[in-house]
């Protein structure tokens, strides 16, 4: 049953470009992530925001900007992607503060050629 | 900064076997545990969590934790084609950041 969406699902871009991905979730939660798995499948916490306030801004280049316009809702916008921006972006949910289950969307794989 | 291992980095094993997976962990104010699996192209989801030491089982899985050791790990009674998958460890201090480990990817061969 999936409750965190998150589009595109793939988005191929060339280097220099600016994209933006979206996530949703619908199960009421008061924070909400983004994560990074990279190609050996390690993931990274690369922000995290409370009730719309950014909570967690983990060393990420600054061409990297979340984006919440309500609890329900995160975007990522990456400005001027790099070869090495090419990774799934993982959003994530969880209850609240310190609740440490995360609940995550299927991820967007960005491509950057 | 926490720092999580995990091991083996790949496993397979015959179908009914028992698996054991390691995650180890640098901080020890660690108070969360938890295992997620995550199937190919999929999202990863929650398997299990453990807060204190001991041993907690649900169904076929059970995770063990041993806080002065800075370790954890999961274990999967009667393995299944369908328990292959990639298993991440992951390690918090209660705050907002979630620490995942390297990853073990698991094949159980039918």
């Known amino acids: 049953e999936t409750a965190v969406f998150q589009t595109p699902n793939y988005h191929v871009t060339q280097v220099g470009n600016e994209v933006s991905f979206n996530c949703k979730q619908t199960?009421?939660?008061?924070?909400m992530y983004w994560y990074k798995q990279d190609s050996k499948k390690l993931l990274k916490i690369m922000f995290s925001y409370n009730n719309k306030q950014l909570i967690v801004n983990e060393t990420v280049p600054r061409r990297f900007s979340p984006q919440s316009s309500d609890k329900a809702h995160l975007n990522l916008r990456i400005k001027s992607v790099e070869p090495e921006d090419s990774a799934v972006y993982l959003c994530?949910?969880?209850?609240?503060?310190?609740?440490?289950?995360?609940?995550f969307g299927a991820g967007t794989r960005l491509s950057v050629l | 900064q926490q720092k999580v291992q995990q091991s083996p980095e790949s496993l397979i094993v015959p179908e009914g076997a028992m698996t054991s997976l390691n995650c180890t962990f640098s901080?020890?104010?660690?108070?969360?545990f938890a295992w997620y699996r995550q199937h190919s192209g999929k999202a990863p989801k929650a398997l299990m969590s453990i807060f204190s030491n001991g041993e907690k089982e649900e169904g076929r899985f059970t995770i063990h934790l041993n806080k002065a050791s800075l370790h954890f790990s999961l274990h999967i009674r009667d393995s299944q084609p369908s328990d292959s998958a990639l298993y991440l460890c992951?390690?918090?201090?209660?705050?907002?950041?979630?620490?995942f480990g390297t990853g073990t990817s698991l094949l159980v061969d039918p």
């Open positions: 901080d020890s104010a660690s108070q969360y």
């Open positions: 199960l009421g939660h008061d924070t």
């Open positions: 994530a949910s969880s209850p609240r503060q310190g609740q440490n289950t995360l609940y």
């Open positions: 992951a390690v918090s201090d209660m705050g907002y950041k979630l620490t």
